[in-house]
């Protein structure tokens, strides 16, 4: 069995140097980044869905975006303001990925100063996902206040359809 950290190698090791693809909103304060090559996706009813990267993280609803010295925003900001904090990600390379506290947060850090940062301020785990899809390396997340690694699923036939 691996150690909590070591199962986050190959997850660190595949997005540095990543770009910033693609940045969404999801369900309510969720945020999604996209890094590296987009892939299209389609939803069930023919509607465009937002575009996939080779990897994806995902933060159900607590999260902020740093500059060096002050909190460019996050999810408790005025709406309106996200789409413009949400264009200063695009473009910049993923320089490094931290894990910081006691029960894991994600901290990824951005060529161009700015980080992105998770904190989960309710009870429960913290509300993170990074999910490799190309290489298919799982999805990485927390359970019982440790990574954990979902492994790989086996190809799904609809791949790129949202459900």
């Known amino acids: 069995m ?14 540095l140097g ?17 890094f590296g090559m987009l892939t299209p996706r ?15 993280l995902m933060i159900e609803w607590g999260w902020r975006i740093e500059r ?8 408790w900001s005025e709406e309106k303001r996200w789409p413009g904090m949400f264009k200063q990600l695009l473009g910049s390379k993923v320089d490094g990925v931290e894990f910081i506290g006691r029960l894991p947060e994600i901290v990824v850090l951005l ?3 700015l980080r992105v940062v998770s904190f989960m301020p ?12 190309s290489p298919a390396l799982g999805d990485l997340s927390v ?4 990574l954990y690694l979902d492994p790989p699923q086996p190809a799904f036939p609809h791949i790129g359809e949202i459900r």
């Open 111 to 113: 060529s161009n100063g």
């Open 143 to 146: 359970k019982r206040g440790r």
């Open 68 to 75: 060096p010295r002050s909190i460019l925003g996050g999810c």
């Open 18 to 34: 990543k770009t910033v693809s693609h940045v969404w909103r999801g369900h309510r304060s969720a945020l999604f980044l996209e």
């Open 42 to 56: 389609t939803k069930r009813n023919g509607d465009p869905g937002n575009a996939c990267g080779q990897i994806s």
């Open 122 to 133: 309710a009870e429960g785990q913290p509300q993170w996902t990074l999910l490799a899809h």
């Open 2 to 15: 691996q150690a909590p950290m070591q199962l986050a190698t190959p997850f660190t090791e595949a997005i």
